[in-house]
């Protein structure tokens, strides 16, 4: 039965970076949304947006901006303004996603404090490692918070601010007091969590998802005389990468392999939706190798969907949902195409999660790589 009527195509108004744009498969995106019944828009925030086209989905991923902004970056900030004032002025544009949702994620402390005050999370065997804000230079004061706050050595320094610069995604690997000399505020350090060297990034869209391995750093421990190492997240975690970091010692179990559980993903899914409500997002997972714990170290706004199968499939098929439960105010169901060329088929609650390996769709186009 087909639930979603014939209506004249809407507008996608879209707003990625240049360097970003250079990645997406235009033509093909392009393709997916007449076929879903979209006109594509790219929009230039250097123009008013009212004169850009009558948008039902403003579609972005405005995070360097927006981050910017809040930094008190003039351009940035007149940029913004002018978004959100012409979303205020267009209350009924399908926004993907709210501004203010993906500013919870540009702090890390912010996001981290969410995932540690969930109680449910003990009880399901998932947990976010300690953490400990730095705001100032001072080793004994940065000793006692970490103290206050249960973080041990070895930690993982990361910026606060998790978006808006390259340095966002520089890391540093401190392993005893004299090492927090490396620290530059404002910053988190975090207890890092034996894995051996195997990241799980999962990727959100909607109620689909998609789980990736990946190498990690290898298993360290607390040393006094070893000095903190430096690396960015993109040499060690990408899924090509080679780093030495990430070759387990002789005395780890590399023989061993932890297994991924998929119902704690869905709960860490569903926590994320209640308490951030982003439609695109990632976060990353690794698993203790003493306790079998699910660990989430980070979150990713509209991450990228390089191998996410049929990403914009599931990207339009999303929005159509979203759509479609605004305006029949039913948040109950929506409507699934098996093949872009049929009609809606088949329902399913939108509460239900779907593993979008184990979905009909395996053929086509993997997601762009936009990280």
Known sequence: MNNIQSISPKNIGIW?????????????????CKTHGYNLIKLDLEKPLDEQGDCHVFLHKLTDIIAAADQGDSKASSIIGSVEQYLSNHPNIRVIDPLNNVRILLNRYHYYSILQEETSFKSHGIFTPNFAEFTICNIEQNMEIMRQRGVQFPVICKPTIAHGSKSAHEM??????????????????????????????????????HICERPSLKNFYACDDLDPIFYSTGEVCKADSQST????????????????????????????????????????VVIDNITGNHAVIDI???????????????????????????CNGDNSYASVKINPNDDFVCNYKTNGLINVCQSPYQLGVAGMNIN
């Not at 990625?16 to 997916?32: A, R, V, Y």
């Not at 620290?183 to 060297?197: E, G």
């Not at 990713?300 to 979203?322: G, M, Q, W």
């Open 16 to 32: 990625i970076s240049d360097k970003k744009s250079q990645k997406f498969n235009w033509k093909e995106l392009k393709k997916t």
């Open 300 to 326: 990713n706004v509209f991450p990228s969907y390089d191998n996410f199968p049929n990403f914009f499939e599931h990207l339009l098929d999303c929005i159509d949902e979203n759509l479609f439960r605004t």
């Open 172 to 209: 540093i690997l401190i392993f005893n007091k004299y090492g927090l000399n490396a620290c530059k505020p404002p910053c988190v350090v975090q207890s890092f969590v034996n894995h051996n060297a195997v990241l799980h990034k999962v990727f959100i869209v909607g109620n689909r998802y």
């Open 245 to 284: 970091l990430s070759i387990l010692d002789p005395h780890d179990k590399a023989d061993v392999k932890m297994t991924l559980n998929e119902n704690k993903i869905k709960t860490i899914i569903r926590v994320l939706e209640r308490k951030i409500g982003l439609l695109l997002a990632g976060f990353d």
